[in-house]
């Protein structure tokens, strides 16, 4: 299920971010929430004007924040993936948004060849939307089901308990 979770930096400082619990892709299992979560972030960094030319060429249509994974959220995926690669950010082009592992660090996340592509996605939501970012429930467009999942992750501290 989509939750709030924390990356600790080397020093010990606390960075919140959204995450996934089960990869969404083609092939994966594609829960409810993870696709929500997926989807929602897909279409506010698509919807971006200030997203811009990083993401040309998108696949065409209008993708539907429904929870249901489908052709277009797969598509999305793969041209957010190529996207960051051609940004000259190390991301596996593989369709597939991955958890990250709660025990990883910034350290951890330093000595991997490949940046995992739910941070690649959560570093654009925060530039294409920073005063929604750090409570995305309070966004006005944010799904009710996935409003109430991050709202109640945040509120019970147990993103904290890492």
């Not at 996934?20 to 698509?46: C, P």
């Not at 051609?86 to 991955?98: A, E, M, S």
């Not at 294409?128 to 995305?136: F, K």
């Amino acid at each position: 299920m989509a939750r709030c979770d924390v990356i600790f930096s080397n020093t010990g400082h606390p960075m919140h971010f959204y995450n996934v619990e089960k990869a969404v892709g083609r092939g994966s299992l594609n829960e409810t929430s993870d696709v929500l979560l997926v989807q929602y972030m897909l279409k506010a960094t698509y919807e971006s004007s200030t997203a811009g030319a990083s993401l040309t060429g998108a696949p065409k249509g209008v993708l539907k924040v429904s929870g249901v994974a489908d052709e277009l959220t797969f598509d999305l995926i793969r041209h957010f993936q190529k996207s960051m690669q051609k940004l000259g950010i190390p991301t596996v082009d593989d369709g597939r948004i991955d958890p990250v592992p709660r025990s990883t660090t910034a350290y951890d996340m330093t000595k991997r060849a490949f940046q995992h592509t739910i941070i690649s996605l959560n570093h654009a939501l925060h530039t294409v939307r920073p005063n929604d970012y750090p409570r995305l429930w309070n966004a006005p467009d944010c799904p009710p089901a996935l409003r109430e999942r991050l709202f109640i992750y945040w509120v019970a501290g147990e993103y904290m308990r890492y």
